[in-house]
C-alpha cells in the first residue's frame, strides 16, 4: 500500500492570484529540496503521512499517476504568505476542500464502469464528491484532507483513467480588510487506477 498526495499550494499576494482562481505553483524549480512547498505535483509517501510529510516526488501534471486497488489517496493545501500588509495570516483563513471525480471514456468512446476508484467507507456505494467542513490551517499553514482507499480498479493489464477538480474556498476572516473575503481556487489533474 502506498499513500499519494496531490499538493496544492495558493497565495494572495497580488489581485491577479486572487481573482484567477488558479491554483499556480508557487516553486517552480525542481532544485528546491523541500517537495511540500511545490504546488500541483504528486507525491508519495510508504506510510500515511501527516500534513508535512514524509514525502517524495513521483509525478508532475504532466503524467497522470497510476494507483493500484489498496492505495490511499489524500489532497495536500498549503498557503504562502507574501509577508505584506496586504496579505493574511494564515489563522486568519478558513477553507473548504471539495474534490469531485469523474472518468474518461476509452478510445472506443464507452464510458468506464465505475465514475470513482472510491467507496464511502464500510459500503460498496461509488464516492465521486468529496467535500470537507470548515477547516484551519496547522501552524505551518498546511492542511491535509483524506479521500480515501482505492477500491475500484479496472481488469488485469488495464487502465481505468479518472479526472477529477479540485477546489479550495478561501474565507479571510481579518477583519483589518474591512470584512471578510472570499477566494476560490480550482486545478483538473488527472488520476489513472491500473492492476
Same mark, same amino acid.
Given at each position: 500500500m502506498n499513500y499519494y498526495t496531490l499538493n496544492?499550494?495558493?497565495?494572495?499576494?497580488?489581485?491577479?492570484?486572487?481573482?484567477a482562481g488558479f491554483l499556480d505553483?508557487?516553486?517552480?524549480?525542481?532544485?528546491?529540496?523541500?517537495l511540500s512547498t511545490m504546488s500541483k505535483l504528486w507525491l508519495l509517501s510508504t506510510e500515511p503521512p501527516t500534513v508535512n510529510g514524509p514525502f517524495?516526488?513521483?509525478? /508532475?501534471?504532466?503524467?497522470?499517476?497510476?494507483? #493500484?486497488?489498496?492505495?490511499?489517496?489524500?489532497?495536500?493545501? @498549503?498557503y504562502v504568505p507574501d509577508g505584506s500588509m496586504n496579505c493574511p495570516d494564515g489563522s486568519a483563513l478558513t477553507l473548504r476542500v471539495s474534490v469531485v471525480f469523474g472518468t474518461l471514456a476509452d478510445?472506443?468512446?464507452?464510458?468506464?464502469?465505475?465514475?470513482?476508484?472510491? /467507496?464511502?467507507?464500510?459500503?460498496?456505494?461509488? #464516492?465521486?464528491v468529496f467535500h470537507s467542513?470548515?477547516?484551519? @490551517?496547522?501552524?505551518?499553514n498546511a492542511l491535509l484532507v483524506r479521500l480515501g482507499t482505492v477500491t475500484k480498479g479496472p481488469g488485469e493489464g488495464e487502465l481505468d483513467q479518472y479526472t477529477f477538480i479540485a477546489g479550495v474556498a478561501v474565507t479571510n476572516t481579518d477583519q483589518t480588510w474591512g470584512t471578510s473575503a472570499e477566494y476560490t481556487f480550482g486545478h483538473d489533474p488527472e488520476m489513472d487506477v491500473g492492476t
Open positions: 496544492l499550494g495558493f497565495s494572495l499576494d497580488s489581485l491577479s492570484t486572487q481573482t505553483p508557487v516553486v517552480t524549480s525542481l532544485d528546491t529540496q523541500d517524495q516526488l513521483i509525478e /508532475t501534471e504532466i503524467k497522470p499517476v497510476v494507483l #493500484q486497488v489498496g492505495d490511499v489517496a489524500y489532497v495536500r493545501v @498549503f478510445n472506443d468512446g464507452n464510458p468506464k464502469t465505475y465514475r470513482t476508484p472510491f /467507496t464511502i467507507v464500510n459500503t460498496n456505494t461509488a #464516492q465521486a467542513s470548515d477547516l484551519s @490551517f496547522d501552524e505551518t
